[in-house]
């Protein structure tokens, strides 16, 4: 499933989560639980869907995504950049 972030393009592999395949790709992403429970990995989603094998308790706002629980059922857009780019 094709990733398209501010910075680059990327393939989701089959049996790696989302945060698991930003972190691996060099991206600015937080998480705590991994779980969906503490929301600490919360990015905005700009086009595309995802879906949760059971709701997440994490509070979301509308067009949030949770990378470390979510199933991409399409290509996404995500408001996520790279690490070197924040840090200068
Ligand atoms: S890391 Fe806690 S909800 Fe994703």
């Given at each position: 499933?094709?990733?398209?972030?501010?910075?680059?393009?990327?393939?989701?592999?089959?049996?790696?989560?989302?945060?698991?395949?930003?972190?691996?790709?060099?991206?600015?992403?937080?998480?705590q639980c991994?779980?969906?429970y503490c929301?600490?990995?919360?990015?905005?989603?700009?086009?595309?869907?995802?879906?949760?094998?059971?709701?997440?308790?994490?509070?979301?706002?509308?067009?949030?995504?949770?990378?470390?629980?979510?199933?991409?059922?399409?290509?996404?857009?995500?408001?996520?950049?790279?690490?070197?780019?924040?840090?200068?």
């Amino acid at each position: 499933m094709q990733i398209m972030t501010e910075d680059m393009v990327f393939e989701l592999g089959d049996d790696e989560t989302l945060l698991d395949a930003l972190e691996r790709t060099g991206h600015q992403v937080e998480y705590q639980c991994r779980s969906g429970y503490c929301g600490a990995c919360r990015i905005p989603l700009k086009t595309g869907r995802v879906e949760y094998s059971k709701p997440p308790l994490a509070l979301l706002r509308r067009g949030e995504i949770l990378p470390c629980c979510c199933t991409v059922t399409e290509p996404l857009k995500l408001k996520v950049h790279l690490r070197s780019k924040l840090a200068g």
